[in-house]
């Protein structure tokens, strides 16, 4: 680790200059009855250390002009730990940040609770959970920056509630303190555990970033957090053309095509201010989805794609893959921003792995979760729409389809073993199933198509900036709806598609 920066320092290097304003009041005359006499004398040698009179500070500013309310421990004052007055003072800086309306950035850095003052610094940490629980569901964006080392009571309390978490490279983050493992159980905790790196790898943290970067990564996610909700006003609609009358099984395989583009591909060409964002948050991740914040035009989203180069037969798409993007689901009701999903899947995993992940469950939960999400829905029908995988994250407002995309309970080969017994009639399944996005749109699963010529893997660019122009208006379009309508309207949509084309 490098030296570590003072709060002040760290406030002066994410905010414009001249621009903080402290909030902070005087810290309660004795946060705990009665102070010993060592404690007292440790409070004094940390403010004449530190300067600062608790281990919080807390206040505002600009960032890239746009005004924000900050909340970030002192290391230098008793380890940054928190106690009953560094929490009231947290809490007051969290409520005044919800009031006012603005996003709140917090950074961390503590060994935990006071141990001074015993249990009841200790249950601060519900009060603290309970303010930016609040902020949360006002809509307002929290962001947390983990810094070296954050533990304890803060890790588990206002470090690891984040909209968008990063951390500090190299910094020490968990739960249990590496010193108290070792005082607790005769043994040193094991090495490169308790590392931003490795909870990165695990799905923990969205990203690794040295302090002088991270006005920049917070400045993008902010502008698209923060983006109108209202009506955008004359956006165009392009145009769709003709679309060819392709054979099923001919769309089939340019979908399978391994330079066809993919989420990656449609991102760098369609979409702006993207953040990547990485795992559940809860110990998992998986290559085979992409979760970000994006704008496509001046529509802010959070995007799931099932990113093709990231499944493979060695790792197919997962349960880790659907509880992340239940995550996006979640970030998207909680920000209320819309959501977009991209289909493109060969397939979730079949395996003992995936049945004692919960893969079926899973599906289950992102049907149900899409279905009642209380935000406008975007899906992206964009290669191979294989099974239950991809099935997750249909249920959408609207749905456009790439032309040579397609939807199927199986792929055609595994239709053709069911009903053939042999792999040769899966052509011949494939036309039958109506798996194309001419029939998915003659059935009313599809609202519309955008053309290929004659193959998206012929002309990339080309196409994902027609489809790119084709998802802004479609965007925009839907967060101009009322979104007290927008639950009922999805779930007639659904409801109604048996009846709309009759039983077959």
Avoid at 161 to 167: D, E, F, K, S
Wanted: aromatic share 4%.
């Amino acid at each position: 680790m490098t030296d570590r920066l003072a709060a002040t320092e760290l406030i002066d290097l994410v905010l414009d200059e001249g621009s903080w304003t402290s909030w902070d009041s005087p810290p309660l005359l004795a946060p705990v009855s009665p102070v010993s006499p060592e404690y007292a004398a440790a409070l004094d040698a940390a403010r004449e250390r530190t300067g600062l009179d608790e281990s919080v500070v807390t206040g505002e500013g600009r960032m890239r002009g746009r005004r924000v309310a900050v909340v970030a421990c002192e290391f230098g004052f008793l380890a940054g730990s928190i106690g009953v007055s560094a929490a009231e003072r947290l809490v007051a800086a969290v409520e005044r940040a919800t009031r006012e309306r603005l996003p709140l950035l917090a950074a961390p850095v503590s060994g935990g609770t006071r141990m001074q003052e015993g249990t009841l610094a200790f249950v601060q940490m519900v009060k603290i959970s309970s303010a930016i629980a609040a902020h949360k569901t006002s809509g307002l964006p929290y962001l947390v920056y983990l810094r070296h080392p954050t533990t304890g009571g803060v890790m588990a309390s206002w470090g690891s509630l984040g909209h968008v978490t990063v951390a500090e490279p190299g910094a020490l983050v968990g739960f249990l303190g590496p010193r108290v493992y070792e005082a607790l159980y005769g043994k040193p905790f094991p090495p490169d555990v308790q590392t931003a790196e490795n909870l990165y790898s695990h799905g923990l943290v969205d990203a690794v970033v040295p302090p002088e970067q991270i006005a920049d990564l917070l400045d993008r996610a902010l502008t698209v957090l923060l983006s109108p909700r209202a009506e955008l006003g004359d956006i165009p609609d392009p145009e769709d053309g003709d679309i060819a009358d392709v054979d099923t099984w001919e769309s089939v395989t340019r979908s399978r095509r391994p330079d066809r583009p993919g989420v990656r591909r449609l991102l760098r060409n369609a979409a702006t201010d993207v953040i990547p964002l990485h795992g559940t948050g809860q110990g998992e991740s998986d290559p085979g989805l992409l979760i970000a914040l994006a704008r496509f035009g001046g529509s802010p989203c959070v995007f799931l794609g099932q990113d093709r180069r990231g499944q493979t037969t060695a790792h197919p798409l997962g349960p880790g893959a659907l509880r992340e993007a239940r995550r996006g689901m979640r970030l998207a009701a909680e920000l209320r921003l819309p959501l977009m999903t991209v289909i493109d899947t060969p397939g979730a995993a079949l395996s003992v792995a995936a049945e004692e992940g919960g893969l079926a469950g899973e599906i289950a939960r992102c049907l149900a979760d899409l279905v009642t999400l209380d935000t406008p829905t975007l899906t992206l029908l964009l290669g191979e729409g294989n099974g239950g995988g991809a099935l997750a994250l249909l249920p959408s407002d609207r749905v456009v389809a790439a032309q040579h995309a397609w939807l199927s309970p199986l792929p055609p080969e595994g239709a053709s073993a069911i009903v053939h017994r042999d792999l040769e009639h899966a052509p011949q399944m494939a036309r039958s199933q109506g798996i194309r996005s001419l029939d998915l749109q003659r059935a009313r699963i599809v609202d519309r198509i955008v053309a290929e010529r004659p193959d998206a893997a012929d002309e990339p660019e080309q196409f994902c900036e027609r489809l790119g122009a084709v998802l802004r208006y479609e965007l925009a379009a839907l967060m101009g709806l009322d979104r007290d309508t927008l639950v009922e309207r999805r779930y007639q949509r659904y409801r109604r598609l048996g009846q709309r084309v009759g039983t077959q």
